[in-house]
């Protein structure tokens, strides 16, 4: 169970709590994230994607603005995996994924608009560490974004810390 709920967070924080309007949907094994934003824009493309999962995630989560796109997926099971033995807990696309049973049995969140076999490009477009939008929602690097069945939540500052 997760220790937050994101309608909670909307109650007891007001603006401070930012709604994503995407439907996205859960295919990680874990069906809840909460972590400090990294981000990626690119656009059916999954070089860079790979490239920051590499990365340290220090409990972090990655927040790709894919262009909404269904055509092809880009995040699959060993891009997950990488992401897990480097610490990250949460990985949303606002775009395709594709594994889905592999990724049912990780633990990491994952969020996304659908799935689709089809594999995305290799290129290395896009951009990583900057301001990405979508559904209303702005993701900076360093927020704060949380995740549950009813949608994405994100702010400026941890929701959950006390005091």
């Not at 994503?20 to 874990?30: E, I, T, Y």
């Not at 860079?48 to 790709?64: A, C, K, P, T, Y």
């Not at 990724?103 to 896009?126: C, E, H």
Request: charged letters at 20%.
């Amino acid at each position: 169970m997760a220790p937050f709920k994101t309608a909670d967070l909307c109650d007891l924080h007001g603006d401070a709590a930012q709604v994503c309007h995407v439907p996205l949907v859960s295919f990680g094994g874990r069906p809840w994230l909460t972590g400090r934003i990294a981000t990626v824009e690119t656009f059916e493309d999954a070089a860079l994607i790979r490239s920051v999962l590499g990365q340290q995630g220090d409990g972090g989560v990655l927040v790709v603005n894919g262009g909404g796109s269904r055509r092809v997926a880009i995040l699959g099971d060993k891009m997950a995996h990488r992401a897990v033995q480097n610490g990250w807990t949460g990985i949303v696309i606002h775009g395709a994924v594709r594994d889905v049973d592999a990724l049912g049995r990780m633990d990491i969140a994952v969020f996304a608009l659908n799935a689709v076999p089809g594999r995305g490009g290799s290129t290395g477009t896009g951009t990583a560490g900057r301001e990405v939008r979508f559904g209303d929602g702005r993701f900076l690097p360093g927020h704060f974004v949380y995740g549950d069945s009813d949608g994405l939540v994100v702010s400026a500052r941890d929701l959950l810390a006390s005091g």
